[in-house]
């Protein structure tokens, strides 16, 4: 019998995927025929396109009948839809393909550094109605309290900088002023927390799909009531299109899933999604986690310290504004059928935060421990 988990793995869905190389499959990235068109149709310019946002909000508006130019270093040559402008220069002061031409918005998916987003932010004033800057919920590291929202300031001044978050936190921070600085109340902010799905150009989230498709005790870390966030790229990409199309500006936290979900609930809808036969090792204690260098598996990251508040982000705002989630089961999934069209460099050896010899480690060091895989203590033998 066929189950869902050789589907993905031998079937269509990986054979769409392995067609295409590096590129997305045209299954998870195309622009759909029956997705409605704009009332009124933008001329759209993309800070970026080629790389993981990008290219799902070149499909995604194009199928809503918007113009897109895209600017670029020329690097990568991702397969875009007929009639999206490539322009290429660079952000490090290269701009000039750029100069003497006008749009309703630009989106800037590609700055962490503030002196790219002056350089561009100077010389677009005037040629773009609105600035749309792709930041961070990481502007609020560290996370010393649940529950931030848009009311809260982000964190401008750096304290450590050996610590990596907090750099890039505040970097985000700083870029996102400046867009203010110049654009004012034109500027539109998103602030999206760990950006999951097809496409992704880190190892993070996809280790689960991939983990769970090969079998057997997983390990799964983390307190069963840890909050997880993340957000499908896809529904970020439109999302943004869609304040563009309704004329919004502001900050927006877009953050999934559109109700909290806990570890727990994550691990068991992955499961139920990719391979129903896992046996889950749920490993809670977090000094046993910590000495075994496990201290976050996306969606997952151990909630303590400066991360305290990091998987609490609120979200009313951008349910209010339109927000849709799609199913964590596609997200997963869809994530499975496209890993195979990863270079095969990197899916032999990925950069998982859990490697298979982390995981065995730390299974059976926990195995001695007399536990079983819900922590509790195994049954004593009869006599």
């Known amino acids: 019998m066929t189950t869902r988990r050789d589907f993905l793995k031998t079937g269509a869905g990986a054979a769409t995927a392995a067609a295409f190389g590096s590129a997305l499959p045209r299954?998870?990235?195309?622009?759909?025929?029956?997705?409605?068109?704009?009332?009124?149709?933008?001329?759209?310019?993309?800070?970026?396109?080629?790389?993981?946002?990008?290219?799902?909000?070149?499909?995604?508006?194009?199928?809503?009948?918007?113009?897109?130019?895209?600017?670029?270093?020329?690097?990568?040559?991702?397969?875009?839809?007929?009639?999206?402008?490539?322009?290429?220069?660079?952000?490090?002061?290269?701009?000039?393909?750029?100069?003497?031409?006008?749009?309703?918005?630009?989106?800037?998916?590609?700055?962490?550094?503030?002196?790219?987003?002056?350089?561009?932010?100077?010389?677009?004033?005037?040629?773009?109605?609105?600035?749309?800057?792709?930041?961070?919920?990481?502007?609020?590291?560290?996370?010393?309290?649940?529950?931030?929202?848009?009311?809260?300031?982000?964190?401008?001044e750096l304290a450590d900088p050996n610590d990596g978050s907090e750099t890039f936190g505040v970097n985000k921070a700083k870029c996102e002023a400046q867009v203010r600085a110049v654009f004012g109340e034109k500027t539109m902010v998103v602030r999206p927390s760990y950006i999951v799905g097809p496409g992704d150009t880190s190892d993070r989230f996809p280790y689960w799909p991939v983990r769970l498709a090969k079998g057997g005790d997983v390990l799964a870390p983390g307190k069963r009531d840890d909050p997880v966030a993340f957000i499908d790229v896809r529904d970020l990409a439109e999302f943004m299109v869609k304040l563009a199309e309704d004329d919004r500006t502001g900050i927006y936290n877009v953050v999934g899933p559109r109700t909290p979900m806990t570890s727990r609930q994550f691990y068991e809808a992955a499961r139920a999604a990719i391979n129903p036969s896992v046996k889950y090792v749920y490993i809670e204690d977090y000094t046993f986690l910590d000495a075994h260098k496990i201290e976050s598996s996306v969606p997952w990251v151990m909630l303590k310290d400066k991360d305290y508040g990091h998987q609490s982000i609120k979200n009313d705002k951008v349910v209010a504004a339109g927000l849709k989630f799609r199913p964590v089961a596609d997200t997963l999934q869809d994530t499975l059928a496209w890993w195979p069209s990863v270079p095969e460099a990197r899916r032999t050896a990925p950069r998982f935060a859990i490697s298979a010899e982390t995981e065995a480690k730390a299974l059976a060091a926990w195995a001695a421990r007399g536990l079983d895989a819900a922590g509790g203590p195994l049954p004593c033998a009869p006599g």
């Open 27 to 156: 299954h998870l990235l195309a622009a759909e025929p029956r997705i409605a068109r704009a009332v009124a149709p933008l001329r759209i310019l993309i800070l970026g396109g080629t790389g993981y946002i990008g290219p799902h909000l070149v499909r995604h508006a194009i199928s809503r009948g918007h113009t897109v130019t895209t600017f670029t270093r020329g690097r990568r040559t991702p397969e875009l839809p007929a009639g999206v402008v490539q322009l290429i220069g660079d952000r490090n002061g290269q701009l000039d393909a750029l100069r003497d031409k006008t749009w309703d918005i630009v989106f800037d998916d590609s700055a962490t550094n503030p002196d790219w987003v002056r350089q561009s932010t100077e010389l677009l004033k005037g040629s773009v109605g609105r600035y749309s800057f792709t930041s961070s919920t990481g502007v609020y590291y560290p996370y010393t309290k649940r529950g931030f929202d848009e009311s809260d300031a982000p964190h401008l």
